[in-house]
Structure formats: structure tokens, C-alpha cells
């Protein structure tokens, strides 16, 4: 007979998220999570597989708490505004101390290589493919715009919000306000 959880999984996938939001996934080693997580190997093993297992759990824990910035976003009647307004949400989403952790996808991106796990390769294009239909689905709110503009238009705000993302870890509030106010200049 399996013997019984002694933890709660949410809870533990919640501090692993902390932890690979705070230190990147390559840094992030077993015996941290062990650490973080107050569990031992087999049960991370026992419950989640692996690194990556728990990794692409604690992908699904960070996607639960940003959706709140994207539901607000998804229902705004605002258009561009909204997506501005989406922006600076964000910032004090990411924010830990005066600086913010930036975004555990973006930071992930920006340290793993192409010979990465493809799962985790495929949830990170997933989520980011995922908000930049929400940024098209508000741009489409201005009916003067084509097609054509409205894909360009939520490109050029999905890697904005790339580039803010890995920002929020190093520039002030003001810098990072004035990269936003340029963002959404003549939009």
C-alpha cells in the first residue's frame, strides 16, 4: 500500500516556483528544491517526476497567478490603454524587493539553450503565444485597424513585454515607467 502524502503538492510547487523565479532553472538544483520544498528526492521524484517535472508544475502555478493580470486585461473595453495599463500591472506583479524578479517564462527564455527539454521549450512558446492573442484579441477593439496591423502591432507588444519582463529586474520605477510610456506612444 503507497504511504500517504505528508505535503500539500500546491504549497510545494508554489515555493519550487519562488525558487526557480528567483534563481533561473539551470542554477536551480535538486538539493534546492529539496531545501525550498521542505521534501525529500523520492518524494519530488515519487510525486513530479523529475527537475523538469516539477519545473513545468510550477510553470502551471505561475500561469494561475499572472492569469489574474490577464483576466483583467482579457475583460478590459479599453483597447491600447488596457494593454498599457496590462504593462504596469506587471511591474508590481514582478516586484520582491525594489527591483522585480521579471517574469519566471522570460527569465527562463533567456537562460536555457536549444538543446533545452522540448516540453518545457513548448510550454514557454505556449504561454507566450497565449498572451499575445490576448493582445491581439484587444487591439481588434479598434475596428480601423487590418489584420495585418493588429499581428505586427501584438508582436511588437509581446517582445515589449519580453524586453519589461528582463527590465523590472535592474532599472528603477521611473526608467521602467518611461519604457512603457514610449511603448504606447503614438499607438
Known amino acids: 500500500m503507497p504511504r500517504a502524502k505528508k505535503y500539500n503538492e500546491e ?4 515555493k519550487a516556483m519562488n525558487l526557480f523565479w528567483r534563481n533561473g532553472y539551470e542554477t536551480t538544483s535538486m538539493q534546492m528544491l529539496e531545501k525550498e520544498m521542505g521534501i525529500n528526492k523520492f ?3 515519487s510525486s ?12 502551471k502555478c505561475y500561469k494561475q497567478k499572472l492569469n489574474k493580470l490577464l483576466n483583467k486585461l482579457k475583460e478590459s473595453e479599453n483597447g491600447i490603454l488596457g494593454i498599457k ?9 514582478t516586484k520582491e524587493t525594489e527591483f522585480g524578479k521579471g517574469c ?6 533567456n537562460e536555457i539553450g536549444e538543446d533545452a527539454d522540448e ?3 513548448d510550454s514557454l512558446r505556449s504561454f507566450t503565444e497565449e498572451v499575445k492573442q490576448v493582445f491581439s484579441k484587444i487591439l481588434k477593439q479598434d475596428r ?10 501584438a508582436d511588437f507588444l509581446i517582445i515589449s513585454m519580453f524586453g519589461l ?15 512603457i510610456e514610449n511603448i504606447f506612444k503614438n499607438k
Do not use: M, P, W
Not at 513530479?48 to 510553470?59: I, M, Q
Not at 495599463?85 to 506583479?93: G, K, L, N, T, V
Not at 480601423?144 to 496591423?149: E, F, L, M, R, Y
Not at 519582463?165 to 519604457?179: G, V, W
Open 11 to 14: 504549497e510545494v510547487i508554489e
Open 43 to 45: 518524494s519530488i521524484y
Open 48 to 59: 513530479f517526476g523529475s527537475k523538469n517535472g516539477v519545473f513545468l508544475e510550477s510553470l
Open 85 to 93: 495599463q496590462y504593462f504596469y500591472d506587471f511591474i508590481d506583479f
Open 104 to 109: 519566471l517564462v522570460t527569465n527562463t527564455a
Open 119 to 121: 516540453q518545457i521549450k
Open 144 to 153: 480601423t485597424k487590418d489584420a495585418s496591423t493588429i499581428e505586427q502591432q
Open 165 to 179: 519582463s528582463s527590465a523590472t529586474r535592474i532599472f528603477t520605477k521611473e526608467q521602467l515607467h518611461n519604457y
